[in-house]
């Protein structure tokens, strides 16, 4: 994924601190028992998008409370995870409870209670991480009055200015929040007031060798302030420079890599068109909220429920990956199928055309990667949907909904020359009911 290659964390305007607890029910507080087994069987309900299975638990469990408050984004969801897990005993669970806590308040630029909550659950790294942001400024934004700010794409990087100079951003579902690209930095000029920190007046940024502040960052319409950053660090080692150059061969040109994550706070709505290739970040959308089948905010990336011929799993939404990648074991390889292999310049790319199918929506026909599998224990993950090349993404931020729109995969371009190809003479076997 074009996101590995930065160690992007988000950095974002602050939200209200809150200490109230998530509640189901307004007549009496939730027991305040935790239980290892419910708790594990709430978080199972979490990882899977079960937000009905979550809904029944909550009525008597405050852990489902808690994690149905983070999907729901309520204010307080994080505070109350936090009291959960510090009266849980120590364990593999509370630890990735915690991550999930604190990545919720990370999101909301609460960098002084992320660090507190770190070094009393002895999560020290965190809170080294935590604490240089904790007295930066915080973010905000100037909408100029738009409702909709429309922008030019080119399947991954949009056009942005720093303080009046043009620079251009990699805008990545895949990364957790916003890094800067290690060679952009290397053209600030050194400050001999600090160590290791550098600034160049004309960009507005200040930096350090892990941490970035720019001051005025300005994508179509909108103009964001105060935007914190982590710093992509050079290579140490020659199997890192060549991972970073394969990757800056994917990838491309860019100066600032962005995750979806870092608009949350600011639109309704962000989509993706491939077919008039800009991105629309929407402020206020009169459309009705759907029913979420998406995570954002708690694991920092897009994590969405997909259905395939043979399991139902989560999986990354990865704009910055070019393709689709479903993970050994998905489907099952006929004679009879759609298959291509594409000559990229990193490796060849093997495709079969498949039907996938999403919560509350017809199945979608795509090209995808059969072969290689995604492992993160964290969200258990299978792969991600890429960058599509037709169509649109619709991604509702307010309540996490996410869409195919005006998408075919009829006739649909390779993205490298082909190798070899066989026409399919059955149509895709349908997703999992």
């Not at 290791?196 to 179509?220: N, R």
């Not at 399991?311 to 910055?320: E, L, M, Q």
Request: glycine share 8%; charged share 25%.
């Amino acid at each position: 994924m074009a996101a590995a290659s930065i160690a992007a964390l988000a950095l974002l305007p602050a939200c209200a601190a809150s200490t109230s607890l998530a509640q189901t029910s307004a007549e009496r507080p939730l027991p305040t028992a935790i239980s290892e087994e419910a708790a594990a069987e709430a978080f199972d309900a979490f990882l899977t998008i079960e937000r009905d299975r979550l809904r029944t638990m909550a009525q008597s469990d405050r852990v489902a409370a808690a994690f149905l408050g983070l999907m729901d984004r309520r204010e307080g969801s994080a505070d109350a995870m936090m009291q959960i897990v510090r009266s849980m005993p120590a364990g593999e669970l509370k630890d990735r409870m915690f991550f999930i806590a604190a990545g919720q308040l990370i999101a909301e630029h609460r960098w002084a209670d992320v660090a507190a909550a770190s070094e009393a659950n002895g999560m020290t790294n965190l809170a080294d991480f935590a604490r240089p942001y904790a007295n930066w400024p915080d973010a905000s934004v100037d909408y100029n009055g738009v409702e909709v700010t429309e922008v030019p794409f080119d399947g991954l990087r949009i056009p942005a200015q720093l303080n009046g100079v043009d620079i251009e951003i990699a805008f990545d579902t895949g990364a957790p929040g916003v890094g800067v690209h290690r060679d952009f930095i290397d053209l600030l000029e050194t400050d001999g007031s600090a160590p290791q920190t550098y600034a160049l007046p004309a960009f507005d940024i200040v930096a350090t060798k892990h941490h970035a502040l720019v001051g005025s960052l300005t994508i179509g319409d909108i103009t964001l302030r105060n935007v914190a950053a982590s710093v992509g660090l050079p290579p140490e080692t020659p199997e890192d420079q060549a991972k970073f150059e394969r990757m800056d061969q994917i990838v491309g040109r860019y100066d600032i890599i962005m995750g979806l994550d870092a608009l949350r706070p600011f639109f309704e709505v962000i989509e993706f068109d491939y077919n008039r290739d800009v991105v629309r970040l929407i402020r206020r959308d009169p459309r009705p909220r759907a029913e979420a089948n998406m995570l954002m905010g708690a694991g920092r990336k897009p994590l969405i429920r997909m259905r395939t011929q043979n399991r139902i799993g989560n999986y990354y939404i990865d704009t910055g990956s070019y393709g689709h990648l479903l993970g050994e074991g998905a489907f099952d390889i006929r004679e009879c199928d759609a298959q291509r292999t594409m000559t990229a310049p990193w490796r060849e790319i093997a495709e079969t055309r498949v039907s996938v199918g999403f919560e509350d929506q017809p199945p979608v026909e795509i090209w995808a990667q059969p072969t290689s599998v995604v492992t993160e224990p964290e969200w258990d993950l299978f792969g991600y949907i890429g960058n599509p090349r037709s169509g649109v993404y619709r991604i509702d931020v307010r309540d996490g909904h996410f869409a195919f729109e005006d998408y075919s995969s009829e006739g649909l371009d390779s993205l490298w020359p082909i190798s070899a190809e066989r026409e399919g003479s059955c149509a895709p076997a349908a997703p999992m009911p």
